[in-house]
């Protein structure tokens, strides 16, 4: 069965640096996501992407943050300037359109640790 | 999305069924009804989403009654591993890119 896939793992960065966590969603798959959930709270929805371009951010999503699809496989997220608060698990989903569906596949996730 | 009111947390023991009701009063005529199931440290898993009346997968049944305001997840027979936050979403499911907003889920604990 086709899943998505993140990389790293975990990642621990020290507070101001940049970090990119990629993603590689289902190959056959048009709207890709990032959510994060921080430990102990809610998933929290970041942003979604369609088409090469943003769809949808939340307030999350502010300036500190960036995705990109550089090739026909990675999704990725910037952070530029990494804060403590942004201490979370980070996990990509894609989503295939299929008429009277809503399915998102998520993955494992990548766990930040901001220093 | 509908908003969904659902247990905070249940307890169950292995070989029970069990049944998580998820209230969403507010839903809207083109709005499905999905579930998701969360372990520690992982990503959420689509379990199954319904509209109407009774979908069965071979993870679960969801119980739609004709008023929509609610539905039941039965999980049959859970084991240890079925330890996990279960989440009731609403939303419109024809062909929406929109993002899931997820509430606080129900806790469920398998107990030997």
């Known amino acids: 069965e086709p899943e998505v896939t993140q990389t790293p793992s975990h990642q621990v960065t020290q507070m101001g640096q940049e970090v990119i966590l990629r993603c590689v969603p289902i190959?056959?798959?048009?709207?890709f996501y990032w959510y994060r959930q921080i430990l102990g709270q809610k998933v929290e929805f970041l942003v979604s992407?369609?088409?090469?371009?943003?769809?949808?951010k939340s307030e999350i999503f502010d300036d500190q943050f960036s995705v990109e699809r550089p090739d026909g496989s990675n999704f990725t997220l910037k952070i530029r300037s990494t804060k403590l608060e942004d201490s979370a698990m980070y996990f990509c989903?894609?989503?295939?359109?299929?008429?009277?569906?809503?399915?998102?596949?998520f993955g494992p996730g990548t766990r930040l640790t901001v220093l | 999305l509908a908003k969904t009111t659902q247990p905070i947390s249940m307890d169950s023991y292995e070989g029970q069924e069990v049944n998580i009701t998820c209230s969403h009063n507010?839903?809207?005529?083109?709005?499905?009804i999905t579930w998701y199931q969360q372990f520690p440290s992982q990503g959420p898993r689509f379990i199954i989403q319904?509209?109407?009346t009774k979908v069965t997968n071979e993870v679960a049944s969801l119980f739609i009654p004709a008023d929509r305001k609610s539905s039941t997840l039965s999980l049959p027979r859970v084991s240890l591993s079925d330890t996990a936050v279960y989440y009731c979403?609403?939303?419109?499911?024809?062909?929406?890119?929109?993002?899931?907003?997820f509430g606080k889920g129900t806790k469920l604990s398998v107990k030997p």
């Open positions: 190959s056959n798959h048009l709207y």
């Open positions: 992407f369609y088409n090469n371009e943003i769809s949808e």
């Open positions: 979403l609403v939303g419109d499911g024809a062909g929406s890119q929109g993002n899931l907003i």
């Open positions: 989903a894609s989503k295939s359109w299929r008429e009277g569906t809503d399915t998102q596949y």
């Open positions: 507010n839903i809207a005529t083109n709005d499905y």
């Open positions: 319904g509209y109407k």
